[in-house]
């Protein structure tokens, strides 16, 4: 092998000198023997394991399976730790840290001698940051995630992660709920390591990964302590050698034709919202071109086929065993791009060709689907030029189009202190909206983007409302909730403008959100606006790196100057 085509693991691993000396003898310290540096591939395992990240709890376990697929096919594991991001743990949002995370993965990669990855992620963003980094070197790329948690359980029936904790909450400020059965919910919620058991950020990355051809068929759905995901890591490991011996690269799977299928399951599934922002980012990363208006036009014909939280009834349990994403897939086949590249398939026909579905209620048919609208509406209108998001599978068809009148909360604090006050004046006709919460104006862009409904309306037994923010909203959560208002308030965007009383018109199928204001008195505010004092602003550190350099939410809220990639060349020596 010349040394033009050796292994990067070889230009570390191979040379009979000082610097072959240093890194082979300091690795031999861990007990390797000297043939593991024979010029076989080196597998890095890059977990996202920690106890602080509990969704990700099973991912030791689960690294020590790829392991030994490695192992049986020739190569060489080596795991390592990268930043592990907890949405449930970390403040103000894991967010916040996605682009971090993802900077962490690139460096890791490219500065250490791997020849291929192994993802191990679960937890929202870990997935999306895991690609975005790893897209970024380009090497051979697997993804394996943690996988669903077991279903909820409260008084004898299931509850789903997030979906129900929204409703829950909801119920004990309209006084229907007592707090007694709130804290015995929480205790059966959570029942095993995995992540979210709705269609939250998480199941849908990790069923688009799937999806996209760079994960193993049921990757996707099987639960967190279902043994076959033990298999698909064993597997996956296996896979990752032969993909490196073949030098099939991730920019070889994530193809256009890959994101436009990922897009149409997006749909399908009702996943997560967050999706939109997380596969722009990881397009940016590889120089395909995906527009924010692509997840309109490639799900406009799409309908719900799952019927899953929070776009309807069950659980990611239920969805596997009625036959996982590759029932899924099959019964989208029509709508699909047969011929993407999958690695273990060749083609992401191979996933689906031979599925079978065990449960017509909770994967339906084109024919018969659970909602004949889904996907994401991106809506445009002299309140979002940029663009904003709507996922009408998690809305009211009531709500589809809807006037009314504005009541503003100029963050997420005055919502806070003023929501449940019997003077705000409001009513179910009004539409809430919220400033401040886009991704400079609250760094990281918090799911806050489905505000409470006020005390006095939900006692009135009003369960939804017309809500609209720069904010993002979690995968678990539902409702008439417009988000990724763009460009958001904080910069000057027109949402900044909005004031109490001002009458907002939506139209859902019409893809329109309009404030009815002159344009002389839009141009006589703008020229009054002032941006927020910036003693708010970060002083220092990497939040003050994301506010300097984080893009908007239509371009998916990566940082300007890591969009691309640059390549998995081996640096110089260290010594
Ligand atoms: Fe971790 Fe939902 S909070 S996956």
């Known amino acids: 092998m010349s040394e033009k085509k050796q292994r990067r693991s070889q230009l570390s691993y191979g040379p009979r000198n000082k610097d072959g000396f240093i890194h082979r003898s300091w690795m031999k310290s861990e007990g390797l023997p000297d043939d593991v540096f024979d010029g076989r591939p080196v597998i890095g395992i890059c977990n996202t394991w920690s106890e602080l990240t509990p969704c990700n709890a099973g991912l030791r376990e689960i690294a020590d399976h790829v392991k030994r697929g490695v192992w049986e096919a020739g190569g060489l594991p080596l795991e390592f730790p990268v930043m592990s991001l907890g949405e449930t743990q970390m403040r103000p949002t894991a967010m916040l840290f996605r682009n971090l995370l993802a900077m962490d993965v690139e460096e890791s990669l490219r500065g250490n ?107 996707g759905t099987a639960p967190a302590v279902d043994a076959r995901r033990r298999v698909i890591a064993h597997e996956s490991g296996r896979l990752i050698v032969d993909l490196v011996q073949r030098d099939v690269r991730l920019s070889h799977l994530l193809t256009r034709a890959a994101f436009e299928n990922a897009i149409r399951v997006l749909a399908a599934i009702g996943g997560s919202s967050n999706a939109v922002l997380h596969l722009l980012a990881i397009a940016g990363r590889l120089g395909v071109a995906l527009r924010l208006q692509d997840f309109d036009d490639l799900t406009a014909t799409v309908p719900l086929l799952v019927d899953l939280q929070p776009s309807g009834r069950f659980l990611m349990e239920e969805l596997h065993y009625a036959g996982g994403l590759p029932a899924v897939m099959q019964q989208l086949a029509p709508l699909l791009d047969a011929g993407a590249p999958a690695a273990a398939t060749t083609t992401i026909e191979g996933h689906y060709r031979d599925a079978e579905c065990f449960d017509s209620d909770v994967v339906r048919t084109l024919a018969e689907p659970v909602k004949p609208v889904a996907g994401i509406w991106v809506l445009r209108g002299n309140l979002c030029p940029g663009g904003a998001v709507m996922k009408p599978s998690a809305a009211s068809a009531a709500l589809f189009r809807h006037r009314g009148r504005a009541v503003v909360f100029a963050s997420i604090e005055d919502l806070r202190a003023r929501i449940d006050s019997p003077d705000l004046a409001v009513d179910e006709h009004s539409v809430l909206v919220l400033q401040g919460c886009g991704p400079r104006g609250y760094p990281g862009m918090p799911e806050v983007g489905n505000m409470p409904l006020p005390r006095k309306l939900l006692e009135r037994g009003i369960s939804d409302m017309l809500r609209l923010s720069d904010a993002r909203m979690s995968g678990t959560a539902f409702g008439s909730v417009i988000l990724h208002v763009a460009p958001e308030s904080a910069i000057g965007g027109p949402l900044a403008l909005v004031r109490d009383g001002d009458e907002i018109v939506f139209d859902g199928p019409a893809r329109r959100l309009d404030l009815l204001v002159s344009p002389e008195e839009m141009a006589a505010r703008a020229a009054q606006w002032q941006a927020a004092s910036t003693d708010a602003a970060p002083a220092r550190g990497y939040a003050r790196l994301y506010v300097d350099h984080v893009l908007q939410a239509d371009q998916g809220c990566d940082f300007d100057f890591l969009v691309g990639g640059s390549g998995s060349a081996v640096a110089r020596e260290s010594h």
């Open 113 to 219: 001698p791997v020849d291929g990855v192994v993802l191990l992620g679960g937890c929202d963003k870990t997935t999306p940051a895991q690609l975005m980094g790893a897209a970024s070197v380009d090497l051979p790329t697997l993804v394996v995630s943690a996988g669903p948690m077991l279903n909820g359980k409260y008084r004898g029936r299931n509850i789903g992660s997030g979906t129900d904790v929204w409703k829950f909450s909801e119920a004990v400020r309209a006084g229907s709920m007592p707090l007694r059965d709130f804290l015995a919910a929480e205790r059966g919620m959570s029942r095993s390591p995995g992540t979210c058991m709705t269609m939250g950020s998480a199941s849908t990355m990790a069923c688009l990964a799937e999806a996209m051809g760079i994960a193993l068929p049921y990757n």
